[in-house]
């Protein structure tokens, strides 16, 4: 071999050296410049390089970025950032400099697994409009989802990870942090990366935002009490997937009714049936008499001017079932017999579907809904062994939708609304609970429970799943942290596009 071939050898050996040895040009690796981060860069793929400055005196951060989006299967941002491990929280005061720009452009708050473009992840983002959401990668390559808060434009942004649950807590100027929504499952494994981050929301132009006060903190030890329960009150839309915070507050209240004028949500909370504006505020206690006891199965008439409830205030303190003006007033009593827990009204508003405990069993009956002096008389339509729940009319009138155990797990099943001809819609490896039908009859929403789930208790990783009603396909409209008090009636908007739901957090000690 020739002098000139070794010498071009060893050039070549030593250059592929370098690079294997170098680290990526496009992330920082001076640590002093970026005070509690190790390094920042550009994920996914941008047209102008984004940048940070530190300023070690205020230490804030002026982060730079473009991006045309962090949505979908990838991302395309500047991302300044620091590998942990294990639980943590990221807190900063949130801004954008300059004014202008696109109204969706973004600054996070992140974890992160990798650092590649369609990675699990989940953040905080503030829009350039002031929305503010948690938004999540539940795995590689995955569509990204939301839940948009019910705070616009806050100061102060909070990121929590606790195991594999992760949420969100905001503040505006001069307030303490509050939840905010999420209690999500986004397992994050070994090492990761937590940081923040800017994406413009258009390839061809950069964003600038300030972060002060930025706080990264490890959870050193277990909280020593118990947690404490949020309840949320959410809407999601049956297509788009997306999750809109409503109403988040401290104990448990379950099972929102859409009212039929669109105007309001129903739900019950320490025995009271509350209203709620769906646009938020603050809920207001709806009379209900001597019924001061009710339960999560309550639904509004086809007319909209009354209310069925299920209360176990009288006799026994087992359920029984009243109808109520919904405007509020005196409670008249529909069920004889108890315990009784309301589900379904027919359209005509002549009947009402019910499930009965009656001799050890759980079955479905119907009931006349009018006024009369002779006592009504139950009408029981199933008979077999095991669990039979959740009974709904279809909005023709036509059918009887519910769920059974029947088959060894809990599925959905229909029949005739006389009772007969009763068949399974489906089959699959879950539990499924509470079939609800959309106005426009089209769409079926559903709760699922792992298979290994008895019952349908509180507290559970579970989802909302929708059937189209043409062509039987299923999708995953929601996963959340609840199970009981979820979805136990029906919620469907008067338009047949979202659905209302609870979602609950299990929130340590130390937040709030």
Not at 196 to 214: L, P, Q, R, T, W
Request: charged letters at 20%.
């Amino acid at each position: 071999m020739s002098r000139e071939c070794i010498l071009w050898l060893v050039l070549a050996a030593a250059v592929v050296a370098l690079f294997d040895a170098a680290p990526s040009p496009c992330w920082s690796q001076d640590n002093s410049t970026i005070g509690i981060f190790e390094s920042h860069g550009d994920v996914g793929t941008v047209l102008h390089p984004g940048s940070v400055d530190y300023d070690a005196v205020k230490k804030s951060y002026t982060v730079t970025g473009s991006g045309e989006n962090m949505w979908l299967a990838g991302d395309a941002f500047q991302f300044v950032w620091k590998k942990i491990s294990g639980d943590a929280t990221l807190a900063a005061d949130v801004s954008f400099l300059g004014t202008g720009g696109n109204e969706h452009r973004k600054a996070v708050l992140m974890f992160r697994q990798t650092l590649d473009a369609d990675s699990t992840y989940v953040d905080i983002a503030l829009h350039g409009n002031g929305l503010t959401a948690l938004q999540f990668r539940s795995e590689t390559g995955a569509l990204t989802h939301e839940i948009i808060a019910n705070v616009s434009a806050p100061k102060r942004l909070s990121i929590v990870k606790r195991g594999d649950y992760v949420y969100m807590s905001l503040a505006g100027d001069g307030e303490r942090l509050r939840p905010a929504g999420g209690w999500l499952r986004i397992p994050l494994r070994g090492l990761f990366y937590a940081g923040i981050g800017v994406c413009s929301h258009n390839k061809d132009v950069i964003e600038k935002a300030g972060f002060s006060n930025v706080d990264l903190t490890a959870a050193t030890a277990v909280p020593a009490g118990p947690p404490t329960l949020y309840s949320t009150l959410e809407r999601v839309g049956i297509t788009s997937t997306d999750r809109q915070v409503v109403y988040i507050a401290p104990g448990r209240f379950e099972a929102p009714n859409w009212t039929r004028d669109g105007t309001s949500f129903l739900f019950n909370r320490r025995g009271h049936i509350e209203r709620l504006p769906v646009a938020g505020g603050e809920p207001e206690i709806l009379n209900t008499g001597l019924a001061t006891d009710c339960n999560n199965d309550h639904g509004i008439s086809p007319d909209g001017a009354q209310l069925a409830i299920s209360d176990n205030s009288q006799a026994k303190h087992d359920s029984l079932v009243y109808i109520v003006p919904l405007a509020g007033g005196a409670p008249r009593r529909i069920t004889p017999n108890s315990p009784s827990y309301w589900h379904g009204w027919s359209p005509d508003g002549k009947t009402l579907a019910f499930v009965g405990q009656r001799n050890g069993d759980f079955d479905i009956y119907t009931i006349p809904a009018a006024e009369s002096s002779a006592s009504p008389i139950e009408t029981r339509l199933t008979t077999a062994k095991g669990l039979d729940d959740g009974p709904e009319y279809s909005p023709d009138g036509k059918y009887i939708y519910f769920n059974s155990e029947r088959t060894g797990t809990m599925q959905i099943w229909r029949m005739l609304a006389d009772g007969t001809q009763q068949e399974q819609v489906f089959n699959d490896d879950y539990n499924n609970w509470f079939p609800h039908i959309s106005p426009d009859g089209q769409w079926m929403v559903f709760l699922t429970y792992a298979k290994d789930v008895i019952g349908h208790p509180q507290n559970k990783d579970v989802q909302l799943r929708a059937m189209s009603l043409g062509d039987k396909s299923i999708r995953v409209v929601a996963t959340l942290f609840g199970g009981q008090g979820t979805i136990n009636v029906p919620s469907w908007s008067p338009d047949s596009k979202q659905v209302a739901f609870v979602s609950y957090q299990l929130l340590p000690e130390e937040q709030p």
